[in-house]
């Protein structure tokens, strides 16, 4: 009765949510809990398990979404291998092998058959007591350490099925190339059994169906929307099955590739999932490489438009890939502006984790060699400070925030990620950027930076307007070692920034960002 009635409130208050404060999302993997803990040498038994939600509570988190397994399954279960099974394991592809020293398989049989502990169950009640709604997520795809002849995330079913891989007309030869195929029925049919056995055993507010990892479902050229469409209604069906028996609602969430685009070209028709209403919340969202800053969060809101399906824009840790340089502070309340200012109904955070071994003025588990402390979002000590604001427009957009140019890191096959930056200009030529900033109001400090290796005198306008040169700076953290030209920008009403530079020689453009403060 209890947890009914807390299952209660938290349907209640999924409608609830007003433009003062909208559903933040927290995606917390299937490794993070056992590595965390495992590093900084906290004993991993039901008072961490719950104290790992508690310290929730209280922030603008209203969502967490449990990963519960890609290919390796979290618990025991008939349908796939757990980490449990790969503890006992002693041949894996025709290797011997011995998972009894792996940190998550030792921490699965600890967990399950010494201590009879069931993590999931323990997180979703714990969330519940503290008006957090659970989810479950599953990982549709993942592919890690695939090329590997043996690992602890490969299934024996990997192994023993080439032919349902996606790339069977060559060798394989890229990291996406040993995803499986979901033209292959029994590929369908295996998730879908896993969703509902999981359904079926646990209390939950819904299922995230996480395509990102990885979008590589078809063979090229054959990537099917009706196939993917017909899975998402089967997956309905089975949400519709439990909340039957649980007598509430079971949701249905959706990652999907960032570009509307992009994601339907990849068989993922999510306006069409929209009409169906064969999902409640969509999360478009980079896959891992660069948190996106032009999430066309406008353009998803018009196709979603009165589908009452939620829209929760994701973000990630990262914004370069050639260094360990996390999003800062900044960086991420920016791209909280963008998202709210364009129509956005929550926010999803991806690969934002705890840290058990925090202390003051330490990073702790995400120290970086490369970035100091205070610069990185992901931090525990810096998001204890921005989570309980997170899910507040007014003052997100009131706090200090950064545009930073990024790009989108997941394409078409055959478009390729292009990335704007670095780029050379000669003397006169002309160069445009985008950043999508959000709203900024009059009273606003606004300075533009850019990134230039070269001394030569450049014409710099913001949406048309001409900015003053004010002088340089270094750019902390470094994502450019190029010293920064910083610009005084005019207040401008529109919701992006269209930068506009002309060199009078030649320069090479590294970086681009826009302060508000």
């Not at 002693?90 to 998972?99: F, H, K, S």
Request: hydrophobic content about 40%.
């Amino acid at each position: 009765m209890k947890k009914r009635f807390a299952f209660l409130l938290a349907v209640l208050a999924w409608t609830a949510f007003s433009a003062d404060r909208k559903p933040v999302f927290v995606n917390y993997d299937d490794t993070h809990f056992v590595h965390s803990r495992t590093k900084a040498g906290v004993a991993m038994d039901e008072a961490e398990m719950r104290r790992m939600v508690r310290q929730y509570k209280g922030t603008d988190v209203s969502d967490l979404v449990f990963c519960i397994g890609g290919r390796i399954a979290d618990v025991p279960n008939p349908v796939k291998e757990s980490w449990v099974d790969k503890y006992h394991q002693t041949n894996e592809n025709g290797y011997a092998v011995n998972y009894t020293r792996d940190i998550y398989a030792r921490a699965a049989h600890e967990q399950c058959e010494v201590r009879h502990l069931d993590k999931i169950s323990t997180w979703l009640d714990e969330s519940r007591t503290c008006g957090i709604r659970p989810w479950l997520s599953f990982r549709m795809n993942d592919c890690h350490a695939n090329a590997m002849p043996t690992n602890i995330l490969h299934p024996e079913f990997f192994h023993r099925h080439p032919e349902l891989r996606r790339i069977r007309h060559r060798a394989p030869l890229q990291y996406f190339d040993r995803c499986f195929d979901y033209a292959q029925a029994e590929i369908r049919d295996r998730e879908r059994a896993f969703i509902a056995e999981m359904l079926a055993r646990y209390d939950v507010h819904g299922v995230e169906i996480d395509w990102m990892r990885e979008p590589f479902c078809f063979a090229p050229g054959q990537e099917s929307c009706a196939t993917m469409t017909a899975f998402m209604r089967a997956v309905r069906e089975r949400a519709d099955a439990a909340a039957k028996r649980l007598g509430h609602p079971v949701k249905v969430m959706a990652r999907v590739p960032a570009d509307p685009e992009t994601a339907l070209r990849y068989g993922f028709d999510a306006a069409t999932w929209a009409d169906e209403k064969l999902v409640d919340v969509l999360v478009p969202c980079p896959r891992w490489e660069t948190t996106d800053n032009e999430i066309a969060t406008d353009l998803w809101k018009r196709l979603l438009r009165g589908t009452g399906v939620l829209l929760a824009p994701g973000v990630e840790i990262r914004m370069v890939r050639e260094r360990p340089f996390y999003a800062t502070v900044e960086q991420l309340v920016g791209a909280a502006a963008w998202h709210y200012s364009a129509g956005a109904d929550g926010f999803y955070l991806f690969n934002y984790f705890d840290d058990p071994g925090w202390k003051e003025g330490d990073a702790g588990y995400w120290k970086s060699f490369r970035q100091p402390v205070e610069t990185a979002a992901v931090a525990w000590c810096n998001q204890l400070k921005w989570l309980p604001f997170i899910g507040q427009p007014e003052k997100v957009l009131a706090a200090p925030r950064d545009h930073m140019l990024t790009y989108r890191d997941i394409t078409p096959l055959w478009g390729g990620v292009a990335r704007p930056l670095p780029v050379k200009l000669g003397a006169g030529w002309i160069r445009h950027f985008r950043l999508a900033t959000g709203r900024v109001t009059p009273d606003r400090k606004l300075t533009l930076r850019l990134g230039v290796k070269g001394d030569a005198k450049m014409q710099v306008f913001v949406n048309s307007r001409p900015c003053t040169s004010v002088g340089t700076e270094t750019c902390v953290p470094a994502f450019t070692s190029a010293p920064l030209k910083t610009y005084a920008v005019p207040y401008f009403p529109e919701d992006a920034a269209v930068v506009e530079v002309i060199p009078g020689d030649d320069v090479e453009i590294t970086y681009v960002d826009l302060q508000v403060r």
